[in-house]
Each structure stands twice: as structure tokens, then as C-alpha cells.
């Protein structure tokens, strides 16, 4: 993980590096450095924590310097304290180096480094890295430019680097192979950005060219970018994108968190997503990526899925989706899990993988294996020009906008209406839908953005029962069919910003174990619409009521049964049942949303976590 950041241009360096570090703190806070040359010296100020702890630091003195780097950490080698934090310095102090990654041999090249007289005072992986550049360009006197592709070939790992050299100050190198690297382009390429993604420039340039794995590149003033190949040295081209992203789009908009603006926004971010591809008028779904391969889908043998977290959940509910429209038979897999065995893929397997993101290195890891064995790959990603959206053969996207929030929550319902979509239009395709309910279907998803918004009114009643609830130590989530997934995804909400232990569970199960954790403190969330086999969900929970489990049920709008047992009611809207999980997350969303707050917890930026998970 880690968000890195550089400046070289005509402006002070520090405030644009600073902002830039803000935004890109979901991607790992515990600890944050930055790196300023001026009159040939460079000042480094680096700490453990956030990035505001950093200000305060540098608060006490005076800054100058129009190149900066700047780096907010994910701990991977080394614990989080201010010397293992970035930027580091290579044994001269001519080289300054920011890494997002992990160098795998770190061990064996510090070995070798360390016979050669290298010091070391950081436990870090990219301490290494930056005097291994520095030995190669001593040892063969030749330019920075000319040694980092020597040092990076005798690298095994994932790395975004920017690389500056003191005797050389016109000019920052940059290298990417895994994470994500990007280069803001100023107006008459007076001044260049580089980022872990675009946020952190967006209001200087919409010019960015995105490096590809393996690729090197030399940022000059005033000359531009030249990009080479790492492994033979082969000029590429530089393709600069303009990008669509705005400002507001990454600010809070008067929230007091990035998760419940996020929340909020799921009604638009649904539109967006469905916005020139849901037809239900004229009864046609329209993708061109599944358009473009619609023979590849109808004649799919299986559909596997390849995701993590709170994607992978989402696989789950696509595994419904897609089994009941398309009657494709479908696997949904850990990323982390499929790559490293020997799965059976075969020719007529379509592989999907779910990224918000589109940088997570195992689901990366686990479609270049899928690729080895020649399956047609598919990518429903967030972010724009992502890793994974680039290795795919074709992919659709959710257009939810930013999500900054670690905890993902516009992300999956976004992901869900992608998946559903693409089922309708093989649906469609194969006739494997009856027509009348195609086109309920088609019409129904329209529907969804207002149901969000009725279901977003639960919100001061969901307070109350977080209220109630906050001191719990343990939670219960049920659901069954479409919903089975959503519980595992509320349970995983609640853990991830509330720290209060939580497990979902297909709610048939409980009665093979979960039971024998009910009591009066254990409260219960069950999600009970109307056609999930709901009768049966109602004996599921006076099974948990005669255990004392306090039960908070998820409804449709003027249930009576469940109300007259339940503690606690949230109602959703009725809809379809395929589309229930859109309506009966965004309860379980807030439910945890207000607790997180209740307990003073870090909403945004959770302990221990981050965005973007670029390694494995
Ligand atoms: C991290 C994030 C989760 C996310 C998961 C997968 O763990 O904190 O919110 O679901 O990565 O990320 P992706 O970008 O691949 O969806």
C-alpha cells in the first residue's frame, strides 16, 4: 500500500505535497514523510502517524523548495515509528527515494550491500532498494537514469518509486511494476506531479499519464517525460489521458465523514452506473464490453470470480444474480486463495474480477494466472484506467465516483448493478428469462436510486438502535439467499471502523452453532424481505428471541410479523427480491456508520487498514 506523492515545477513544493498527502491517506496512515530540495541541500522531516502529525513537525521551522517528495505508509518491513518512515536517504545522502510496494528480496541484497560497507537504519525493504541503485551507479559511474533499471532488474516485488539525486537536481525518476504510478502534466510542462493516483492534482492539471508495469520514466523541467522499458531500455511513447475526475468529487461536501457522503451518494452513484445502458423501455440492456463478447457469454461453461473483501462479497450476490437470469453456473473465489493452487480453468471459463480499486495484487495476481491458462478475462473495476481494468480483455465500470472512505460502500452496490446488468444482458441474449419478468427486472433497477433515498430515511431511527447497541462486544448478522452475502458484509462493516467482532451467517446455519453464542448482550441483525423465505426467517428468529438475542430486523416498508418479535425494526422499500441487497445494505451500512462514531472511532481511516491493498 502507501500513497506517494512528488512536485518538481516553479511553485513551493511543501503545500502541494501536504494536500496531496491528505488525499492520498487512504491508502495507509501510520506514518509520513516528505523530502524538500532547495540550494542543494535537501530537508527531510518524516514521524509515525498521520499526516497532520507531520505538519506539526514541520510547523516549527521554515520550508523551502520547489521538488518535494512526500510519502504516507502502510507498514509492511519494519514497524511504524519515524525511522522506518519514507523518504529514505542512500548512504551518500545523494539519492532520496519514495516506494509504494514491497522489495520480496530485500534480505539477500541487504546481505550483499552491507558486505560492501552499506549502513542501514531503517528495518525497511526500500532502505535497500535505495542504496542498491546507489551502488549501481557508483560502482559503474554512470546516471541515475542509467542504474535504476540495472538495480530494479535484480528486484523480485511490486514497486512505485520515485527516485531524486542531489547531483542531479534538474530532474525525479520514477518506476513502477504493480503499484500504481501516475504523472500530472502541467501547463507548458513547467511543472509535473507524480501520485499513486490523481486526486492528489487534480485541481493543477487533468493531464496525467498513467505508467505501465515495467516501465521507467524521466521527469524534467521544462523537457518533459521520457518513458523506457525497464527490462531492455525500449523508448514507449508517452500517452497523456485527460482525466474526467473534479475536485468536489474528492472532498467531503459538508459530511462530517467520506463514508456517510458515500453513503449518501449511492442513489447518483446507481444512476451513474446504469445511466445509458438500462433501456427497460425499449427492453435492452447496452455494454459494450459485453456487447463487443456477447458469444463468449452466452456459451460460457462457468463464470468464475475473483475478488476480496467487501468485492468479494459482492461476487457472492453476482453468484445468485447470474445463476438465476443467465442460468451460468458460477464460482466465487478469495483471489488470495485461487492463485495459489492449481485451479481448473478452462477455455470457455470466463474469469471477473471486482475491484473498486482495480490495483488489489492478489485479485491482480489471481487474473494473470487466469490469463496463463487462456481465460477470457473481465474486469468490473471503479477506478478508471486501474491495473486490473488494463489486463482485462473487456470490463465495465461502476462509475460510483471516487470512493475515499477505507470502509467500501457505494463501491459495492455500484458493483452489484454492474453485475446484475451484465445478467440481464445475457439473459436477454440466451433466453434463459421469461419475458415478463426481464423486463419487471429492467424497469424495477430503475426504480432502485429512489428506494436508496427511502431507505436512506431510516437514518435517525438506525442512530438509535446504534445507541443502543454501541457497547456490544459481539454482533450477529442473518440472511438467506440474495441476502446471505449482504450479512457477511454488514458483519464486515461493523468490524472493519467499529472494531466490535461481528460474523454473518446464512441464517438457516445459525441453528448449527452461531445459537450457542445468543444471549440477552448478543444483539442480532436479521435481514427478512418478503420473498427471501421470509416465513422461515421468522422462525429463525423466534428461535434467536427465545435465547434473549436482541433482534434488529430488516423489513420491508408495513411488515407485521416481524415487527411484533423484533426489538427493532429498519424498513426498506419492496422491490424485487434479486435487488433486495441494494436497499437492505444500506441499513446495515449506517448501522454501522453510527456506531463507529458513537465510539469515537476513526471512520475513514479504520486501524490497520487501507484503500488499496497493493500487496499480497
Ligand atoms: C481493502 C479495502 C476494502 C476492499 C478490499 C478490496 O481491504 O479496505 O474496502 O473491499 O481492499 O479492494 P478492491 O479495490 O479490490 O475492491
Redesign the pocket.
Known amino acids: 500500500m502507501c500513497g506517494i506523492i512528488g512536485y518538481i515545477g516553479m511553485q513551493e513544493a511543501y503545500p502541494i505535497v501536504i494536500k496531496g498527502l491528505k488525499r492520498l491517506e487512504y491508502r495507509g496512515y501510520d506514518s509520513a514523510g516528505i523530502a524538500l530540495y532547495d540550494n542543494d541541500d535537501i530537508q527531510l522531516y518524516k514521524t509515525k502517524g498521520k499526516v497532520a502529525e507531520l505538519e506539526n513537525l514541520v510547523s516549527e521551522t521554515t520550508v523551502s523548495g520547489s521538488i518535494g517528495l512526500g510519502h504516507t505508509r502502510w507498514a509492511t518491513h519494519g514497524v511504524p515509528n519515524d525511522v522506518n518512515s519514507h523518504p529514505h536517504f542512500s548512504n551518500s545522502g545523494d539519492l532520496v527515494i519514495i516506494h509504494n510496494g514491497i522489495i520480496e528480496n530485500y534480505a539477500p541484497l541487504k546481505e550483499e550491500l552491507t558486505k560492501r560497507g552499506y549502513v542501514f537504519h531503517s528495518d525497511t525493504d526500500t532502505e535497500v532498494l535505495v542504496n542498491l541503485i546507489e551502488d549501481v551507479k557508483k560502482s559503474n559511474n554512470i546516471s541515475l537514469f542509467e542504474a535504476l533499471p540495472i538495480a530494479l532488474n535484480q528486484c523480485v516485488g511490486a514497486y512505485a518509486i520515485a527516485v531524486f539525486d542531489r547531483t542531479n537536481p534538474e530532474e525525479v525518476i520514477v518506476a513502477k511494476l504493480g503499484s500504481p504510478l501516475a504523472i500530472g502534466v502541467g501547463a507548458y510542462e513547467k511543472e509535473f506531479f507524480i501520485a499513486s493516483d490523481a486526486s492528489p492534482f487534480i485541481e493543477y492539471t487533468n493531464n496525467a499519464i498513467y505508467l505501465e508495469d515495467g516501465e521507467l520514466a524521466s521527469i524534467k523541467l521544462g523537457q518533459g517525460v521520457e518513458i523506457v522499458k525497464i527490462t531492455d531500455g525500449q523508448n514507449v511513447d508517452p500517452y497523456v489521458q485527460k482525466l474526467q475526475l473534479n475536485l468536489e468529487q474528492i472532498e467531503k461536501g459538508g459530511f462530517d465523514h467520506f463514508m456517510l457522503k458515500e453513503i449518501y451518494e449511492q442513489p447518483n452513484a446507481i444512476l451513474d452506473t446504469y445511466r445509458g445502458r438500462l433501456l427497460p423501455d425499449e427492453g435492452i440492456v447496452k455494454m459494450a464490453g459485453v456487447d463487443d463478447h456477447i458469444e463468449r457469454f452466452t456459451k460460457a461453461k462457468r463464470i468464475i470470480i475473483v475478488?476480496?473483501?467487501?468485492?468479494?462479497h459482492a461476487g457472492l450476490v453476482a453468484e445468485y444474480i447470474f445463476e438465476e437470469f443467465a442460468r451460468i453456473p458460477v464460482e466465487v473465489e478469495y483471489a488470495s486463495e485461487f492463485r495459489y493452487r492449481n485451479p481448473i480453468i478452462d477455455k470457455d471459463d470466463i474469469v471477473i474480477a471486482?475491484?473498486?480499486?482495480?490495483?488489489?495484487a492478489d485479485?491482480m495476481a489471481a487474473l494473470k494466472l487466469a490469463k496463463e491458462k487462456g481465460a477470457f478475462l473481465f474486469g468490473v473495476c471503479?477506478v478508471v484506467g486501474s491495473s486490473?481494468s488494463r489486463i482485462t480483455d473487456a470490463g465495465a465500470y461502476t462509475h460510483a465516483g471516487p470512493e475515499i472512505g477505507?470502509?467500501?460502500t457505494k463501491?459495492f452496490t455500484t458493483q452489484i448493478v454492474v453485475l446484475s446488468l451484465i445478467a440481464l444482458r445475457i439473459a436477454k441474449e440466451k433466453g434463459s428469462m421469461g419475458h415478463k419478468d426481464y423486463h419487471y427486472l429492467l424497469h424495477e433497477m430503475e426504480q432502485i436510486p429512489s428506494k436508496v433515498k427511502i431507505a436512506l430515511e431510516e437514518n435517525d431511527k438506525i442512530k438509535e438502535i446504534a445507541q443502543a447497541y454501541k457497547d456490544a462486544a459481539n454482533f450477529l448478522y442473518l440472511g438467506r439467499g440474495f441476502n446471505f452475502p449482504v450479512a457477511l458484509e454488514g458483519a464486515l462493516k461493523l468490524k472493519?471502523i467499529s472494531y466490535i467482532h461481528a460474523e454473518g451467517y446464512p441464517a438457516a446455519e445459525m441453528k448449527h452453532g452461531p445459537i450457542a453464542l445468543v444471549d440477552e448482550q448478543m444483539p442480532v441483525v436479521v435481514i427478512a424481505t418478503r420473498k427471501g423465505h421470509y416465513e422461515k426467517v421468522v422462525s429463525n428468529i423466534q428461535e434467536l428471541k427465545s435465547r434473549k438475542g436482541k433482534i434488529i430486523g430488516i423489513v420491508p416498508k408495513g411488515d407485521v410479523q416481524v415487527k411484533q418479535i423484533a426489538d427493532h425494526v429498519i424498513e426498506i422499500p419492496e422491490t424485487l427480491e434479486p435487488f433486495t441487497p441494494l436497499l437492505s445494505t444500506i441499513s446495515l451500512q449506517l448501522l454501522s456508520y453510527h456506531i463507529a462514531v458513537l465510539l469515537e472511532k476513526n471512520v475513514d481511516q479504520p486501524r490497520n487498514?487501507?484503500?488499496?491493498?497493493t500487496v499480497e
Not at 307 to 312: E, F, H, L, Y
Not at 354 to 360: A, D, K, P, V
Not at 609 to 613: C, D, E, F, N
Open positions: 475478488a476480496c473483501g467487501t468485492s468479494w471486482i475491484s473498486q480499486s482495480g490495483e488489489t485479485t471503479n486490473i477505507v470502509a467500501s463501491a472493519e487498514l487501507a484503500k488499496s491493498v
